[in-house]
């Protein structure tokens, strides 16, 4: 396996963590999730960590990255399915990701993004016509 | 990795094969799907094959198995992404996976659930408003 998929849902993308990150697929993920940010002018990266039952440093600067690289690219990154006991190996860690934001599971993580995307729309003037009532 | 994760998207699960399939993942994979489709009451499945390279007579029929079981419990089963090379390889190797739906991607995967979730309503009658006018 020499690359994650990055499946298109909507104005999101999203990644499903399931095999072990090395230095050289983490490497490639980013690449990959970048190129398909701006081809797709998606809005949002959805990461699902639920299969992972331990994430060390090596991820949590990943995760980091992404969240820093695609806040660029005008993307939110929103990590979903993070099992307890990973939330606190992270903590302990003192990676608190704070440029990450976090959502319970997929369907929670796309109505985060769905609700920043109208916020810009309502900020940039588009959805006026929605308030004028 | 011992699961595979399975992702719920509105009325359709999402399952994302990246690893080498073994008999132990599968039968997990089979056994988890049917669990998640009846406590979701889930109207599809879908399951993204861009990452695997080569399909083989296993997979094949897993699969086969996991539309054949879906469709007992009344979910469709669309698989998307698959490579050009693969759809060869799986017609040379006799398996035309008859009961299994394909689609592009995700996206055109979901819309042919929702198709086929507005048509069941319609065939109950609960939609009949809408052809009204």
């Given at each position: 396996?020499?690359?994650?998929?990055?499946?298109?849902?909507?104005?999101?993308?999203l990644?499903t963590i399931?095999?072990?990150?090395?230095?050289?697929?983490?490497?490639?993920?980013?690449?990959?999730?970048?190129?398909?940010?701006?081809?797709?002018?998606?809005?949002?990266?959805l990461i699902d960590i639920s299969?992972?039952?331990?994430?060390?440093?090596?991820?949590?600067?990943?995760?980091?990255?992404?969240?820093?690289?695609?806040?660029?690219?005008?993307?939110?990154?929103?990590?979903v399915g993070?099992?307890?006991?990973?939330?606190?190996?992270?903590?302990?860690?003192?990676?608190?990701?704070?440029?990450?934001?976090?959502?319970?599971?997929v369907?929670?993580?796309?109505?985060?993004?769905?609700?920043?995307?109208?916020?810009?729309?309502?900020?940039?003037?588009?959805?006026?016509?929605?308030?004028?009532?």
């Open positions: 396996m020499d690359r994650i998929p990055i499946l298109k849902l909507g104005s999101a993308l990644v399931q095999v072990d990150m090395h230095d050289r697929l983490a490497i490639a993920l980013e690449e990959d999730l970048t190129a398909k940010i701006a081809a797709t002018a998606a809005k949002g990266v299969a992972l039952e331990i994430v060390d440093s090596f991820i949590g600067r990943m995760l980091d990255n992404i969240a820093a690289v695609s806040r660029v690219l005008d993307a939110e990154t929103v990590v993070m099992r307890p006991a990973v939330a606190i190996t992270l903590v302990e860690l003192g990676l608190s990701l704070p440029g990450v934001k976090t959502a319970l599971n369907e929670r993580g796309m109505a985060l993004i769905s609700r920043r995307i109208d916020a810009d729309a309502v900020s940039r003037g588009e959805l006026d016509d929605r308030y004028d009532e």
